[in-house]
Structures are given as structure tokens and as C-alpha cells.
């Protein structure tokens, strides 16, 4: 008996866990990564999505909007006459604006022929005369073009609160060049204690706000203020260092390290010991940045608990799963090795035992009963193996039989005729075909011999095609010798023939011609046969049609043939459809033009050489695809 450690059912059992093992270990590497890549593009999704919901907020805080600036300018009329010193009564009206719009502060800054900002009257009486060139060079404000975007985050030089400024750039009616500024200013601390108010819908979200130099000057994590992104000048360090709220603040020595291989406008940074992908928004209109950012271990915290728990319920299935698969397979297994042990008895010479079904046998029962089917089969296999023998035998003295039959129907050698190169060829598509050529003199009583060419092919394949033919043969030679009309003779084989079929279906197309050297005339007469083809001396070439019925189809009487005049250098070729229905392996037909074609350019050689270059090229054409039938070719060149 057969362990079951060396049994099919414990190899059965190991490929099993293997196969079960292997692809959790394969489908958890593809869902690690897919889970990652779709966790890491939510995650952008979400980013992108809280930041807009912040964006919108943060572009709607300005105080005044530009419009009503330049309205203000208007009304102030800063184009005709912008302040250049302290103006009591202005202030006033300044002062007057403020309180209605609840600002605070409007303040008009003059623009020096030395490029310096100074404060020239202010609803804050107090902030008059300070210079702010510091303060615009520090926020990068120098550059007109940045001024025009009309608001920006601003520090008052004595309060940490941040403020929010909005500029608009008043220029004299006569120069293109700014003479000054028109600025209101709001404090934000009570606005942004909301919007940077961290998100908790999926995970934690936090917000900063970004100056253009990339310092953090208000987050969600009061510890990240005064952090950087971009390496800073040391002239901006010594201008921050100057400007408050940062005056006596240390900034980093390093800016947060980047890593913005998870695809721009996304990036990686370290945080608190933490890697953060964070996402940067420029606000339109103001000088300042949103960036929104989340911790790795936030976005992938839920995934990474729901794949271990996908992967632990996976552990418990494989586990309880292969006991159940040992007991069942240690158990199923018992039938395979009761019929290995029936084998081995049959081996050894007990053809009486027998696999019997067991309950738990399944296909193993199925093999049994074929195992038992097939044992049944070999002996009884030996009781008709003598009936099989005698049978081939019998089958091969009749195919024997039908190859001297086929042999006697062509001609042993080509008969010697005047003024005539024969040359012939047959080849069967199997051992005995229905195909046959003929070709005898036919003596006459005081009248020159005439030369006498036949082509026929039988319907079917095998010994009885070819009897059928051996009989069209005979018929043909003795009616050919009676009639002087190769079509009266083809009428009397005809009515013959269907005489001997009777209602078998069989039938047989026939092709006949007669030459006379004498006077070079040649009749012919087809039976449903391929038409001859006659190759002039000169290239010229004619098809002999003439559409006779096939030999056995119906009876017929008073067929008379056609005659052509044959010169010095003429060829007829006679041939079956075995030529010009070959077919190569893309199943395209040889076809009778290509063959008219052929015998066009060869037909001025000998017989023998004609019938080279056909067989030769039809061989080339057909390639490797297999004979579908049998081969006939009859050349007859004058000579």
C-alpha cells in the first residue's frame, strides 16, 4: 500500500496550499499597491477639495474691494493733489471712512524720488511720517506689479496680530509712473482663528498660511509659525530680523526639506518626525499662500487597519482550510490507492479483478469504471484482432488488384507516330485514382494510320473509379476503330456506358482527338472535359471548347467532332482538372489562364520539356499544400 505522504492526494494537498498561499501573497503585494496609490490620490482629491472650501473664504476677507479704492481715490482726489506732508483735515477724513467701514486703518503712503514708502496721513494720526520701505522691501512689495494685485499680509510695526491690507496705486493724471498708495488695513486674528480651524472629516487637515517667501506667518499649529520652505538671502534674514512680529525671533538655520516626486502642485515634507503631504494654493489677488497638509500616518491609518483585517480573516481561511483540505484529501485519497493496487494485480496477469466504487471515489470512480471499461475492451479487442487481420489483408489484395488494373488502363510505352513528340505524365492523389490518358495508332484499310489521343477522369477515387475508367478505355479504342467521327464514337461509348452504370451515378469526362500526319487535321470531341489547348508555332494560343455532356449522365446520338488544321510547331496539351484546380495553402486556384500563360512562353520547346515546366510550376504553386487530386497531362508537339 502506497503512504499517503507518497500518494497523489498529499501532492494533491501541498500544490493546494501553494496555490492557495501564493496568490494571497501576490493578490497582497497588488493590493498594497493599488490600495497605496488610490489612499495617496483620495488623499490629493480630499486636499485639493478642503483647500477650495478654505480658498474661497480667505479670498472674501479683504475689507474694500478694489472698485470702491478707486472710488475712494476719486473722492479723496489723490491724482490731482496726493499729500506730501502731515494734512490735519484729511486725516479727519480718513478717520471719518474708517469709522464707517469699520477699518483700521486708511493711511496714504507717499512714494519718494528715492523709491522709500512713507506714511503721509493716516486715519491713525500716530503712524504718520514712519517709513515702511523696510516693510514693502521685506514682503518683496517694491515691484509695481505685485502692489497691483491690491491686497496683501501685513504685520503693524508694534502689534504681532497680522493685518490685511488692501493697496491701490494712485498715479498723477500726467505720468505713468505710481506717486503713492491708498491702503486700508484689517486685523485678522478673529477671521483666521476659524479658517485655519484644522478638518476632521476624513482625517486631520491642518492649514498655514504662506508669505511669498514661503514663511509660515499663521497655522493650525502655533509651533509651525515662522517655519520656511525655501532656503532665505541673508539680507531677507536681517530684514526679518528687523520687522515685527519676527524682531528677536531666531529663524530656522534650514527650510523644511521637500520631496515633490508624488507629483507637482503635491509634496513631501517632515513635520514633528512625521512625513506630511501638503498642497499649495496661490490666493489670486493677495500676496499670500494657503497651504493645506496632512500626516501619512492620518491618510493611510484607516487603509492599513482595513487591509490587516482583510489579511487576518484571509490567515484564518487558510489555516482552517487546510485541516479540513488534510482530513478530506488523507481520506479521498483511499480510493486512488485501491486502484493502484488493481493495476498492479492486472499486471500481474489476474484479469478478473476489478476497481470497485467507493463513496468518497468522485472522479476516482469515474477512472475506475474506464479502467474496468478498458480491461473488458482488450479482451474482447483479442477476440476480433484475427477478423481485423484477415480484413487488412482482404483490403490490400483488392488495392493490389486496383493498381494492375490502373496500370494495364496506361500505356505501356508511346505508340511511334510521324511528325509527333508525345510526352506524358500521371500522378494518382492516392494509391489508385479514376484519372486515365490513352494514346494509340488507329490503323485504317486503305486510308493512311491516324494518331489517336484520349484523357478521361472518373467520378470518385479508388478501385472502383478505376474499373469504371478501364471500361470507358475499352469501349474507346473499339468505337474509335469503328467510327471515322471521334464524336460518333464518344455518342456509342456514351450510350454503352450509361448502360453499364445504370442508376450508380456514375460518371466519367472524356476529352478525345484524332490526328492524321497526312493532312495535318485534328478532330476533337469533349464529353464535360477540360478544353485542350492548342500553342501555335507562332505564340498564338486556342482553347478547343467544345461542351459536350459527361459519359453516363443521359444518353445522346448524332455528336459530331470539330476539326483544326495542325502546322510545323504546333502544340495540343490535354489535361484533367487536377492541373488547374490545385491549390496552394492560401487555398488560391492554379486556375486555367495561368496555365494558358505557361504554355504561351514554354510551348516552343519539346513535348518532354513542356511537360517539365508545367508539372515543375504547378508544383511550385501548390508548395506544401497536399494533393486534393489526381494529375493528368498528354503533350503533342508536330513536328
Not at 506732508?85 to 479727519?92: G, V
Not at 482530513?327 to 499486471?347: D, G, N, W, Y
Not at 482482404?394 to 488495392?399: C, F, G, K, Q, Y
Request: glycine share 6%; hydrophobic share 40%; proline share 4%.
Amino acid at each position: 500500500m502506497i503512504p499517503f505522504r507518497k500518494s497523489i492526494g498529499f501532492r494533491i494537498l501541498g500544490i493546494s496550499f501553494i496555490l492557495l498561499a501564493l496568490p494571497l501573497l501576490v493578490d497582497a503585494f497588488i493590493l498594497a499597491e493599488q490600495r497605496y496609490e488610490e489612499t495617496l490620490t483620495d488623499a490629493k482629491g480630499h486636499l485639493v477639495e478642503v483647500a477650495y472650501s478654505r480658498e474661497l473664504p480667505l479670498t472674501q476677507i479683504q475689507p474694500l474691494k478694489k472698485p470702491l479704492l478707486e472710488v475712494m481715490s476719486f473722492y479723496l482726489n489723490l491724482e490731482n493733489s496726493f499729500p506730501e506732508k502731515p494734512d490735519t483735515e484729511l486725516n479727519e477724513k480718513l478717520r471719518t471712512l474708517a469709522n464707517i467701514g469699520n477699518f483700521s486703518e486708511i493711511f496714504l503712503i507717499k512714494i519718494t524720488d528715492d523709491d522709500h514708502f512713507v506714511v503721509t496721513a493716516s486715519s491713525l494720526p500716530k503712524f504718520i511720517g514712519r517709513d515702511y520701505t523696510d516693510f514693502f522691501r521685506l514682503n518683496n512689495l517694491l515691484q509695481t506689479d505685485i502692489l497691483k494685485k491690491s491686497g496683501f499680509i501685513a504685520y503693524n510695526n508694534k502689534i504681532s496680530d497680522p493685518f490685511f491690507i488692501v493697496s491701490h496705486l494712485v498715479y498723477s493724471e500726467k505720468g505713468d509712473k505710481p506717486i503713492g498708495v491708498l491702503a486700508i488695513s484689517d486685523n485678522l486674528t478673529y477671521k483666521l482663528s476659524d479658517l485655519l480651524e484644522k478638518d476632521e472629516d476624513r482625517f486631520e487637515v491642518s492649514f498655514a498660511l504662506l508669505l511669498p517667501s514661503s514663511v509660515v506667518f499663521a497655522s493650525s499649529d502655533p509651533q509651525m509659525r515662522f517655519e520656511y520652505f525655501k532656503s532665505l538671502t541673508s539680507e531677507y534674514r536681517k530684514l526679518f530680523a528687523q520687522e515685527e512680529p519676527f524682531a528677536g525671533r531666531e529663524l530656522p538655520n534650514e527650510p523644511l526639506k521637500v520631496d515633490d516626486s508624488i507629483g507637482n502642485p503635491f509634496f513631501e515634507f517632515k513635520w514633528k518626525g512625521k512625513e506630511q503631504i501638503g498642497y499649495i494654493t496661490d490666493l489670486p489677488h493677495a500676496n499670500f499662500s494657503l497651504l493645506t497638509y496632512a500626516s501619512k500616518e492620518a491618510i493611510f491609518r484607516a487603509p492599513v487597519t482595513n487591509f490587516f483585517k482583510i489579511y487576518g480573516i484571509y490567515a484564518l481561511i487558510l489555516l482552517v482550510g487546510g485541516i479540513i483540505a488534510y482530513v478530506l484529501t488523507r481520506r479521498m485519497a483511499k480510493p486512488m490507492q485501491f486502484l493502484s493496487r488493481v493495476m498492479q494485480k492486472i499486471q500481474q496477469g489476474d484479469l478478473g479483478v476489478r476497481y470497485k466504487q467507493d463513496a468518497l471515489g468522485f472522479e476516482i470512480n469515474v477512472l475506475g469504471d474506464i479502467f474496468n471499461e478498458m480491461v473488458d475492451a482488450v479482451l474482447e479487442q483479442k477476440k476480433v484482432a484475427e477478423e481485423e487481420r484477415v480484413t487488412r489483408e482482404t483490403l490490400a489484395r483488392e488495392l493490389r488488384l486496383g493498381q494492375q488494373v490502373q496500370r494495364s488502363l496506361l500505356p505501356q510505352k508511346m505508340p511511334k507516330y510521324p511528325g509527333v513528340d508525345l510526352a506524358e505524365m500521371y500522378i494518382p492523389a492516392i494509391e489508385v485514382g479514376g484519372d486515365f490518358y490513352d494514346v494509340f495508332v488507329k490503323e485504317r484499310e486503305n486510308a493512311p494510320d491516324q494518331l489517336a489521343l484520349a484523357v478521361a477522369d472518373a467520378s470518385g477515387k479508388g478501385v472502383q473509379a478505376c474499373f469504371y475508367s478501364l471500361s470507358v478505355r475499352n469501349m474507346l479504342r473499339t468505337y474509335a476503330r469503328v467510327y471515322d467521327d471521334v464524336g460518333m464514337a464518344m455518342s456509342a461509348t456514351n450510350n454503352l456506358f450509361g448502360l453499364e452504370t445504370g442508376e450508380s451515378g456514375m460518371f466519367v469526362t472524356v476529352v478525345m482527338g484524332v490526328y492524321d500526319h497526312k493532312t495535318g487535321m485534328f478532330q476533337y470531341f469533349s464529353s464535360g472535359h477540360n478544353s485542350p489547348i492548342v500553342r501555335r508555332e507562332n505564340g498564338k494560343i486556342e482553347v478547343l471548347r467544345q461542351h459536350g455532356i459527361a459519359m453516363g449522365v443521359i444518353s445522346t446520338e448524332d455528336q459530331h467532332a470539330e476539326t483544326i488544321k495542325l502546322m510545323k510547331g504546333d502544340a495540343v496539351i490535354l489535361y484533367t482538372d487536377g492541373i488547374t484546380e490545385a491549390h496552394n495553402e492560401e487555398f488560391e486556384i492554379y486556375g486555367e489562364e495561368r496555365l494558358i500563360e505557361l504554355i504561351r512562353e514554354e510551348g516552343s520547346r519539346g513535348a518532354s520539356e513542356i511537360r517539365e515546366k508545367i508539372l515543375r510550376d504547378v508544383d511550385t504553386f501548390v508548395g506544401t499544400a497536399p494533393q486534393h487530386d489526381d494529375i493528368t497531362l498528354l503533350v503533342m508537339k508536330i513536328c
